[in-house]
Structure formats: structure tokens, C-alpha cells
């Protein structure tokens, strides 16, 4: 069983920047692994996702702002996010699938297929 856990996150102010971490329990370099997020109110959403042999894909909403890495060494996956607006204002989860390609519904990594969560972190962005 792969435990996920995060860390980073808080609060920034319209413009600034936030980095997420996710470390697993094990070693997860042929997992796909993803950053989901949930607004207040809405349903929990794909942020961005990257495969196992580190190709990425990202939601329009923060593409060319965040950017999604992992450290297999460290077996940490990371959400870097720059520019952040009031909108991305949400709780965010990391995700990961035992398969090196990530199960893709509508263009990104669908939650149907999350085999482990992160227990979520929240981030605040005020304007």
C-alpha cells in the first residue's frame, strides 16, 4: 500500500508563487502521478499529470503557470506554481496510479482510476 504525503501549500497573494510536495512510501518512478484540486463547492478536478516516462499534460486553466516534476530518487512528486490567481484558491491532492501511463478521460488523468491519495493540503490565494 503506497502512502502519499504531502507538504507546502499556505496561503500567497495574487501573482506570487506556492510549491507542493508529495513524498510516497515507496518507490513510485513507473507510476502515473497527478495533482488533482477541489474548490470550495465543486467537484475535484485534474490539475496536471505526469506518466512514468515524465511526459506531462496540465488543465487550460493553469497551463504555462504550474508546472508538475518528480524526483524518482527521492520518490517525491512536485507542483510548482507560479502566477497563482484568486481561482486556484482550492484543497489540493496528490494522486498516483500503478500503470505507466496515466488512464485518461477527457484529457487528463480521470479520479475513477486514483489508486492513492494524498491527504490534501490547502491553498489560499488572495487578490
Known amino acids: 500500500q503506497v502512502q502519499l504525503v504531502q507538504s507546502g501549500g499556505g496561503s500567497a497573494q495574487a501573482g506570487g508563487s506556492l510549491r507542493l510536495s508529495c513524498e510516497a512510501s515507496e518507490y513510485i518512478g513507473s507510476y502515473c502521478m497527478a495533482w488533482f484540486r477541489q474548490g470550495p463547492g465543486m467537484e475535484r478536478e485534474a490539475v496536471a499529470h505526469i506518466n512514468g516516462d515524465g511526459s506531462t499534460k496540465y488543465a487550460d486553466a493553469v497551463k504555462g503557470r504550474f508546472t508538475i516534476s518528480r524526483d524518482n530518487t527521492k520518490n517525491t512528486l512536485y507542483l510548482q506554481m507560479n502566477n497563482l490567481k484568486a481561482e486556484d484558491t482550492a484543497m489540493y491532492y496528490c494522486?498516483?496510479?500503478?500503470?505507466?501511463?496515466?488512464?485518461?478521460?477527457?484529457?487528463?488523468?480521470?479520479?475513477?482510476?486514483?489508486?492513492?491519495w494524498g491527504q490534501g493540503t490547502q491553498v489560499t490565494v488572495s487578490s
Open positions: 494522486a498516483a496510479e500503478s500503470a505507466a501511463s496515466c488512464t485518461v478521460i477527457g484529457g487528463l488523468f480521470s479520479a475513477a482510476y486514483v489508486e492513492y
